[in-house]
């Protein structure tokens, strides 16, 4: 008897138990929820990071959400020097050409990321002591990548993070060894690898006037010595109080003056207690843990939930406006379950900074974000 009413109890939770879970996502990928590609068609490339899971498309549900969404990405780590160049010489291309296999499955544009960074470089380099080893390196390893992806990569995040926050030239380890022309020959050297290949720099923080002053110096020495430089990313890792939208539109149009486009690579909009306050994206930089760190385990409250909404339709207003000079915005992950946010600067927390739930389903902001685009079209169409 008991084992009935177990049997009956089961099958009437059974709906209750997997619709509210699949229905949304799968609502998502079958063509009910709007596709942010299809949307912005008309107005810039929409791309995302991409792990490596996901490159392989071990989750099926995932493998059918993003194509739907997104027409470009970027490889979150996988095309990194720790990640393709381990050891002097030795490179690991396997996981590369999984990405470029993936993007021509799926008809998406990849962004490589990144030749020339600081940060996620491997431990040979980190030990190079003298001059002349690291010039090797950087010659080799630019070359050598840029050549071999050459026609299958839309583009290069040829040098990522060179600046401190007040505009001058951060002291890493190519500055420090190399001296600060190391950024025209980095473009130099993908240039010659690469030639129809699109060239970027790329940084976090250079909507900020400081550094933007840095940035614009930086391309005008580029051009300057008759290299091509094709565009600036911002990465566009911000706070829910603290979007700063006076500086990115200052800053859409003095980057777009140098005559190259204009990009936002890495959005995220952290909603948690920002420990650092720094408000960018040093992945050094890290906290540890306690629970006031992380309050919203159980769920984000909706008057979060409604401002985030908001910071991502005042953000995509603004993209709008100024779509012309703009190309393409990419999510820096697929959904907040992805997010590099939930692990940095502290470790553990759940973040909630995209437009996708853990589960796929949209949230208010998407929408937001989705009608910036139908209410832009309506007031254009009624002019
Ligand atoms: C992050 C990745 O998302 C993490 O998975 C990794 O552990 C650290 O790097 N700026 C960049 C990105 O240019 O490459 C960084 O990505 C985030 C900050």
Known sequence: MKKVRRCILLVCLLPVIVFPIRLPAQQAITGKTPSLKEVFKDDFVIGTALNRTQIEERDPLAAAFIPRQFSAFTPENDMKAVMIHPQWGTYNFSEADKIIAYSQKHHMRINGHTLIWHSQLPVFVRRMQD??????????????????????????????????????MRNSIFREKLGEDYVVEAFKLAQQAAPGTMLYYNDYNIERPEKRAGAITLVKKIQAAGVRIDGIGIQGHWHIDQV????????????????????????????????????GADISQNTAYNAALNPYVNGLPDSLQSKLAGSYEDLFRLFLKYKNKISRITFWGVNDGNSWLNNWPVRGRTNYPLLFDRHFNPKPAFYKVIATKTRNTDRTASH
Do not use: C
């Open 244 to 279: 700063p939208l006076k500086d990115i539109e200052q800053s859409i149009l003095e980057f777009s003056s140098l005559g190259v486009k204009v990009m936002f690579t890495e959005l995220d909009i952290s909603v948690l207690p920002d420990p650092i306050g720094s408000n």
């Open 131 to 168: 001059k002349d080893s690291l010039h090797r390196f950087f010659v080799e390893h630019i070359s050598t990548i840029a050549s071999r992806y050459k026609g299958k990569v839309y583009s290069w995040d040829v040098v990522n993070e060179a600046l401190n926050e007040d505009g001058t």
